[in-house]
DNA sequence: CCTTAACCTACCAATATTGTAGTTTATTAT
DNA sequence: ATAATAAACTACAATATTGGTAGGTTAAGG
């Protein structure tokens, strides 16, 4: 149940994009190097971000990546959907790659993994990369206290 | 984000042996046969749940399995942490298995990561075997509707 | 003492993870 | 033009995890 060091990353780098927002295109090397990540590794990550519409790029000299969108459009949930692929506990209940189970009919628990992936999949999609630059986390999650 | 078939097998087995409670000790293969699961693998994943005290076992002839507390006292949570290690989606919020990390103070995503530990947690201790066999959802996940 | 079934240990193939390394292409300043 | 810069693309690889299989050992009951 880890995210991947992709996801993280991703979300990092993105952050890191929201929070020099204005200051025209930003290097990977900088972000990097803030970052404490290989700039090598974050090279292969852009692609996956880039399957969605969220960067603006420039090549060459003062080129860079900045944020397409601003970032209270951007939810937590877009981003680790696009690196991890899905957010989905289980095969069976995922819309990319869906997996055909011969015991669905008769799982009793298909109905708590669906469970499972709504509280997921709400709490993500209700953080924006602007609550996190305003270090603030969603309020459903605390107001959640037993 | 997945969770492996370690942790599904072993709720799909625990509320198996929830389903035939009072039958007296049931065979692992028994369950192997009724949930399609490799009896060999099973016998893999039982010393994971023996960690806790989930568990009554019987060797010999018509020995095998049950419960060793009733089913609305075992939660999804506690089975899938003993299989899965922890919930958590990070290893630098683990308890057990905490790894330390450089950039803590800094880290502007800690934060949400907590939260979602939290969300996770908070679904899964919410939902014991009972529950399961009555094939009801916690109430917590069907009113979080937008 | 024979059958049953849990228990234990070793092994293994496939895949995912987490990178590194090198080359190519596009953009801009000089 | 051309040199510098930085993204883009491709290939490779060590390591860990996943999802098992196979075989032998121990305990309990009839």
């Known amino acids: 149940m880890r995210v991947s060091t992709k996801g993280r990353y991703a ?4 952050v890191d994009l929201a929070e020099y927002q204005g200051e025209g295109y930003i290097a990977l090397k900088d972000i990097a190097k803030r970052q404490e990540i290989s700039k090598k590794y974050l090279e292969q990550i852009v692609p996956v971000l880039n399957k969605s519409r969220i960067l603006q790029t420039n090549r060459g000299f003062q080129g860079g990546y900045r944020l397409a969108v601003s970032p209270e459009k951007i939810t937590m ?11 989905s506990p289980l095969a069976c209940i995922d819309d990319d790659k869906y997996i055909e189970c011969s015991r669905r009919e008769d799982c009793s628990t298909l109905y708590v993994w669906q469970g499972l992936k709504k509280v997921i999949d709400g709490y993500l999609d209700g953080i924006t ?3 996190i630059l305003e270090h603030k986390r969603e ?3 605390n107001d959640y206290v037993i």
Do not use: H, K, N
């Open 139 to 141: 309020s459903y999650s």
């Open 11 to 14: 979300l990092r780098m993105l």
């Open 77 to 87: 949930g877009e981003v680790l959907r696009l690196t991890e692929g899905s957010l």
């Open 129 to 131: 990369l602007q609550d």
